[in-house]
C-alpha cells in the first residue's frame, strides 16, 4: 500500500513561511529599534530576505504544479529550481548589505540598551523558525521539493544567525566591549553568504538535467536485475545505455531493453509495460522511457557522428 502524503502540501508550508516571515520581521525590527543593535538589525534584514524568498517560492511552486501542455510537455518542475537559485541571490544581497552597515559600527560603535527585551524577542522569532524549519525539512523530502528544502535551508541559517547576534550582545553586555556587536554582525553575513552561494550552485545544477540521486539509481538497477534473464550465459533480456535526470519532484530514465528477435510485438510490449510500472512503483515521481531492441543490435547516442 501507498503510504499517504503528510497534510503539509509545499503550497501550505510556503503560505506559513510567509506568516512566520511577517512575524519574525516584525519581532526582530522591534528588537532592534528598542537595543540599537547592529546584530540585531542584520538579524531583521535576513528576515526580510525570508519574506521575499517564500513569497517567489510560493509562485515557483504553484508555476511547477501545472500540468503538462502544448509548450511544456515534460512539464513545469524546474520552475523550483527558478526559486532556489532566487533565494541564493537574495541572500548573497542582505549578506553585503548586513557586512556594509555593520562596518560602520566596527569604527564607531555605540551602546545597546534593553538587552534582555532585544534578545527575548530574538529568540522568540528563532524559536518559529525552527519550528517551521523542522516540519519544511520533513515535507520536503517527502514531496521532493527544492524549493521547500531551500526555505527551509535559509531558515535554520536564520535560527544560527539569530543564535551567533544573541552571544555576541550577551558578551557586549558583560565586557563591554561594544566593538563586538559589529564584529558578530560581519560573522554572520559570512556564513549566510556561504549558503546564499551553495543554493545558486544547487539550482543551476538542476537546471542542467543533473542524474538522479545515487538511492534512486540503486533502485532502479535492483528493479531492473529482476526482469533481467539468461539462459547458459547468453543474455535473453537485459538493459543497457541507463541514462537518469531530475527536474524538481519529477525523475526521468532512458534506456534500451534487449529482447530475442523472434518474439512477437504483442509480448514485447506487455513485458516493456510490466517494467515501467515495476519502476514506478519503485521510485515515486519517476517517468521511464524504454526502447526495445533485439538482443543482437546495439544502438549509440551522443557521439560525434550525432552532432554531424
Same mark, same amino acid.
Given at each position: 500500500?501507498?503510504?499517504?502524503?503528510?497534510?503539509?502540501?509545499?503550497?501550505?508550508?510556503?503560505?506559513?513561511?510567509?506568516?512566520?516571515?511577517?512575524? %519574525?520581521?516584525?519581532?526582530?525590527?522591534?528588537?532592534?529599534? @528598542?537595543?540599537?543593535?547592529?546584530?540585531?538589525?542584520?538579524?531583521? +534584514?535576513?528576515?526580510?530576505?525570508?519574506?521575499?524568498?517564500?513569497?517567489?517560492?510560493?509562485?515557483?511552486?504553484?508555476?511547477?504544479?501545472?500540468?503538462?501542455?502544448?509548450?511544456?510537455?515534460?512539464?513545469?518542475?524546474? /520552475?523550483?529550481?527558478?526559486?532556489?537559485?532566487?533565494?541564493?541571490?537574495? @541572500?548573497?544581497?542582505?549578506? +553585503?548589505?548586513?557586512?556594509?552597515?555593520?562596518?560602520?559600527?566596527?569604527?564607531?560603535?555605540?551602546?545597546?540598551?534593553?538587552? !534582555?527585551?532585544?534578545?527575548?524577542?530574538?529568540?522568540?522569532?528563532?524559536?518559529?523558525?525552527?519550528?517551521?524549519?523542522?516540519?519544511?525539512?520533513?515535507?520536503?523530502?517527502?514531496?521532493?521539493?527544492?524549493?521547500?528544502?531551500?526555505?527551509?535551508?535559509?531558515?535554520?541559517?536564520?535560527?544560527?544567525?539569530?543564535?551567533?547576534?544573541?552571544? !555576541?550582545?550577551?558578551?557586549?553586555?558583560?565586557?563591554?566591549?561594544?566593538?563586538?556587536?559589529?564584529?558578530?554582525?560581519?560573522?554572520?553575513?559570512?556564513?549566510?553568504?556561504?549558503?546564499?552561494?551553495?543554493?545558486?550552485?544547487?539550482?543551476?545544477?538542476?537546471?542542467?538535467?543533473?542524474?538522479?540521486? =545515487?538511492?534512486? @539509481?540503486?533502485?532502479?538497477?535492483?528493479?531492473?536485475?529482476?526482469?533481467?534473464?539468461?539462459?547458459?550465459?547468453?543474455?535473453? @533480456?537485459?538493459?543497457?545505455?541507463?541514462?537518469?535526470?531530475?527536474? !524538481?519532484?519529477?525523475?526521468?530514465?532512458? +534506456?534500451?531493453?534487449?529482447? =530475442?528477435?523472434?518474439? %512477437?510485438?504483442?509480448?514485447?510490449?506487455?513485458?516493456?509495460?510490466?517494467?515501467?510500472?515495476?519502476?514506478?512503483?519503485?521510485?515515486?515521481?519517476?517517468? /521511464?522511457?524504454?526502447?526495445?531492441?533485439?538482443?543482437?543490435?546495439?544502438?549509440?547516442?551522443?557521439?560525434?557522428?550525432?552532432?554531424?
Amino acid at each position: 500500500m501507498i503510504s499517504k502524503l503528510p497534510p503539509w502540501s509545499p503550497r501550505t508550508l510556503l503560505w506559513a513561511s510567509v506568516v512566520v516571515a511577517i512575524i %519574525t520581521i516584525t519581532l526582530k525590527t522591534w528588537a532592534w529599534w @528598542i537595543t540599537d543593535s547592529v546584530g540585531l538589525l542584520s538579524d531583521a +534584514m535576513e528576515s526580510l530576505v525570508n519574506l521575499a524568498s517564500a513569497i517567489f517560492g510560493l509562485l515557483m511552486v504553484t508555476v511547477a504544479a501545472q500540468p503538462a501542455d502544448e509548450e511544456h510537455p515534460y512539464g513545469h518542475h524546474k /520552475a523550483e529550481y527558478f526559486s532556489s537559485g532566487f533565494e541564493g541571490i537574495l @541572500i548573497i544581497v542582505a549578506a +553585503m548589505g548586513i557586512i556594509w552597515a555593520a562596518s560602520h559600527r566596527i569604527f564607531d560603535p555605540q551602546p545597546i540598551e534593553q538587552v !534582555g527585551w532585544g534578545l527575548a524577542l530574538s529568540v522568540g522569532s528563532s524559536a518559529l523558525n525552527g519550528l517551521l524549519a523542522w516540519v519544511m525539512f520533513g515535507a520536503a523530502k517527502t514531496h521532493r521539493s527544492i524549493a521547500l528544502e531551500a526555505d527551509a535551508k535559509h531558515l535554520v541559517t536564520d535560527v544560527w544567525t539569530s543564535v551567533g547576534v544573541v552571544i !555576541g550582545i550577551g558578551l557586549v553586555s558583560v565586557t563591554g566591549w561594544l566593538w563586538l556587536d559589529a564584529l558578530v554582525a560581519i560573522g554572520v553575513a559570512l556564513n549566510i553568504l556561504k549558503e546564499g552561494f551553495h543554493l545558486i550552485w544547487r539550482s543551476s545544477q538542476g537546471l542542467m538535467d543533473e542524474a538522479v540521486e =545515487p538511492e534512486v @539509481i540503486a533502485q532502479i538497477q535492483e528493479t531492473l536485475a529482476g526482469f533481467a534473464h539468461q539462459r547458459d550465459d547468453v543474455s535473453i @533480456i537485459r538493459f543497457d545505455h541507463i541514462t537518469t535526470r531530475k527536474a !524538481g519532484q519529477r525523475r526521468f530514465v532512458d +534506456m534500451h531493453m534487449h529482447m =530475442p528477435a523472434s518474439w %512477437t510485438l504483442g509480448r514485447a510490449a506487455a513485458l516493456r509495460t510490466s517494467v515501467e510500472q515495476a519502476l514506478m512503483s519503485a521510485v515515486p515521481g519517476l517517468r /521511464a522511457s524504454i526502447q526495445l531492441l533485439p538482443s543482437d543490435v546495439e544502438a549509440h547516442f551522443d557521439a560525434e557522428r550525432d552532432l554531424l
